[in-house]
Structures are given as structure tokens and as C-alpha cells.
């Protein structure tokens, strides 16, 4: 199995980011510099996207792409690791904590769900899959970015909003379609969450349109301990929408962990 990219910084107890859809680990970029005072970070590049664009997992799977991840430490001989994960990256990482739960020090699901898609949500992953075949990634990515931020605030947050929709629009077609697939068919978690005996984190944004707030109410109270952080006139993307606030509650959480 050809490794995914990844990068490391600093030392101490592992923390690994992992992103979400259509993004790489560049969206944590401006968090390094203050989570490597708390530890050993890795940032990967999930299979399908970044620089690990050629290297999706066969079949693409949430568990197959969990198991990339694993290879990854397996590498860097990293027996123990807490885990945050963006959106996509959420959902790999449950499916990691799923597959290997002795390996997890503390899970961080960020603008994620361990709820499986709705039949709503399913039929929009297909809608995804059949526009993105007929118009290309470019313009598909045109429309789906903006959304994921709170749109009181686009304007405001332009400059980033453009950054995103470059990167994004390098996405290979087989990787939004297969990943976007994947993500449609992936189980629900809500067993991950209960059986956990580490800290569990949700960041959550209160007008997130891609993971409806009211969906979180049954997932808090599962985990032995939790703690949630709501973010208000915040869509999907608080790492650029309430940066300090994030920062805040990943350094606090990663203080549980280790």
C-alpha cells in the first residue's frame, strides 16, 4: 500500500488532523503553530485528495480509508494518537476509533456526525454524483464551497472562500464521485461514541447546512465524557469562520486527552 501524504511537527503525544471533503491539511495550517506546543501533530492528506490525490483506497470505503490512516502511524511507529477530524475527516476517524479503539486517546469531531446519511441527504450525495459527471469538478466546486460558510458572512470571508475553491477544484472526478459514494453508504457510528472510555469533543456550527444542529442533540449525551462547543452565525467551516474560538476549545480538549 503506497503511504498518503502526510507531515509531521513537533513532539510529544500524537495529535492527527484529518480533513474533510475536498479539502487537504492545509485547512489546518494556521492551528499548527499553538497544537505542536501541546504535542506531536501529523497532518495527512486523505487518500483521493491533496497530495494524496492518486491514492484512493480500493473499494473506497470509510473503514478502507481509516485503514490508510492506520498505515500512516504503522509508519511512525505511533501506537496511540487523539484524533480530529473535519467533516469527511470526522467520519474517518470514527470509522478508525470503530477499527482500532484501542488506539485512540481522545476522538474530535468538527463540523461531523456519527449519524449515517439520511434518505434526504442520500438523494442529495446522488444529485452531487450526477452533476459533478456532467459539468466537471471546477464547476461543481464553484457551487459547493460558498454554502459550507455561514452567509452572513461570505463577503467578509472571501479571500478565503477563493483560496478553498482553488485547492477544491483539483480534486481529481474519481475522487469526489467514489469518496461522495462513500460517504452516502457509510453506517452510522452512534456505538463508537457510546462505548468510548476516551474524551469526545463535537465543535459544532449553529447554521451548518451540511450537519443540521438539531441533529447533534442525540449524539452528545452518548459519550461517557463529552463536551460540545456551539459557534454561533458559524456554518461548516469554523476553522476560517471562528479560528480563536476553535483553537481554544482543540487545545483545551487536547488537554483531556494527554
Do not use: W
Amino acid at each position: 500500500m503506497e503511504l498518503l501524504h502526510y507531515r509531521t511537527y513537533g513532539e510529544g503525544p500524537a495529535i492527527v488532523l484529518l480533513h474533510g471533503f475536498c479539502e487537504s491539511s492545509s485547512i489546518f495550517k494556521h492551528f499548527l503553530p499553538s497544537l505542536t506546543a501541546h504535542g506531536r501533530v501529523i497532518t495527512i492528506d486523505l487518500g483521493g485528495f491533496g497530495q494524496s490525490a492518486g491514492r484512493l483506497p480500493q473499494p473506497v470505503t470509510m473503514d478502507s480509508m481509516a485503514q490508510q490512516v492506520a498505515a500512516v502511524l504503522d509508519h511512525l511507529s505511533i501506537e496511540k494518537a487523539v484524533f480530529i477530524g473535519h467533516s469527511l475527516g470526522g467520519y474517518v476517524s470514527l470509522a478508525f476509533a470503530d477499527l482500532y479503539p484501542t488506539r485512540v486517546r481522545g476522538l474530535c469531531l468538527f463540523h461531523s456526525t456519527a449519524l449515517a446519511d439520511s434518505e434526504e441527504k442520500k438523494r442529495t450525495r446522488n444529485k452531487v454524483i450526477e452533476f459533478v459527471k456532467k459539468v466537471g469538478v471546477p464547476v461543481f466546486i464553484d457551487s459547493f464551497v460558498p454554502p459550507l460558510f455561514y452567509e452572513g458572512r461570505r463577503e467578509e470571508l472571501s479571500d478565503y472562500i477563493e483560496v478553498l475553491k482553488a485547492e477544491a477544484a483539483q480534486t481529481p472526478l474519481e475522487s469526489v464521485v467514489a469518496v461522495t459514494e462513500a460517504m452516502r453508504d457509510r453506517p452510522a457510528r452512534l456505538h463508537v461514541l457510546e462505548k468510548a472510555d476516551y474524551p469526545v469533543c463535537f465543535i459544532i456550527g449553529k447554521n451548518d447546512a451540511a450537519v443540521p444542529l438539531e441533529s447533534y442533540m442525540e449524539q452528545i449525551v452518548l459519550p461517557r465524557q463529552c463536551t460540545a462547543h456551539f459557534l454561533g452565525e458559524t456554518g461548516h467551516m469554523g476553522m476560517f469562520e471562528r479560528p480563536q474560538e476553535c483553537l481554544q476549545f482543540l487545545v483545551a480538549f487536547i488537554g483531556q486527552c494527554i
